[in-house]
């Protein structure tokens, strides 16, 4: 079946420096691709998706690449804030949008 | 907009007994509502996809017997979470598909006690 896989955390890094979030993914479809952002006590929110491969998806400073030859949709920052502090989930959906398969999510804390 | 609602956000309920959850899409006409559960410290787990006028398909480890859900028009559906014990604690979430992405309720977090 399809599956996401992402980088472990907790992730810890300092204002100002930059995130890469890793994240691949298979399956046999051709899915949507998403990052979705999680806060204490609230469901996810999407951050972005991406449904066309070689398209980049951005907000809020985040973006990422659908790269459909290495399977792989990185999150990347410039330049994170101690605000960007939440579990982040790569996820895809090869049904349009009908059943979503999230990873198991990363865990970002930024310190002042 | 869309968007996705879901009562109660919080709830307890004693060990063995049963606890049902509302989700009400809005702005946008629900065909299809997904319900996944995030246990502690883990990810969302698809619990079952409900579209209307269809079967309910349950995903594996899930049973209708234990998780059964009314999806009765285009913009509700309810699940219950029968006999609940410590291991069915977590985030449950529903979501409804529209323009080719998911939109997501806050989710209901049960606590077993």
């Known amino acids: 079946g399809d599956s996401v896989t992402q980088t472990e955390g907790p992730v810890t890094l300092s204002e100002g420096t930059s995130l890469t979030v890793n994240c691949s993914y298979e399956t046999k479809q051709y899915p949507t691709l998403f990052w979705y952002v999680q806060y204490p006590g609230e469901g996810p929110q999407l951050l972005f998706k991406?449904?066309?491969?070689?398209e980049k998806g951005s907000s809020r400073g985040f973006e990422a690449t659908y790269n459909k030859e290495a399977t792989s949709f990185h999150l990347q920052k410039a330049s994170v804030q101690e605000s960007d502090s939440a579990v982040y989930y790569c996820?895809?959906?090869?049904?349009?949008?009908?059943?979503?398969?999230f990873g198991s999510g990363t865990r970002l804390l930024v310190s002042p | 907009g869309a968007l996705v609602y879901q009562y109660p956000r919080r709830t307890i309920c004693k060990s063995g007994t049963s606890m049902r959850m509302e989700c009400q899409a809005v702005g946008f006409q629900a065909t299809s509502v997904a319900w996944y559960r995030q246990s502690p410290q883990k990810t969302f787990e698809l619990i079952a996809l409900s579209t209307v006028n269809s079967a309910i398909k349950y995903e594996q480890n899930f049973t209708q017997e234990k998780f059964p859900i009314s999806h009765p028009n285009l913009s509700f559906s309810s699940m219950t979470v029968l006999n609940a014990y410590l291991e069915d604690r977590g985030l449950y979430l529903c979501g409804a598909p529209w323009g080719y992405e998911q939109y997501f309720g806050p989710g209901t977090r049960l606590t077993v006690l």
């Open positions: 996820a895809l959906s090869a049904t349009g949008g009908y059943k979503v398969v």
């Open positions: 991406v449904p066309k491969a070689n």
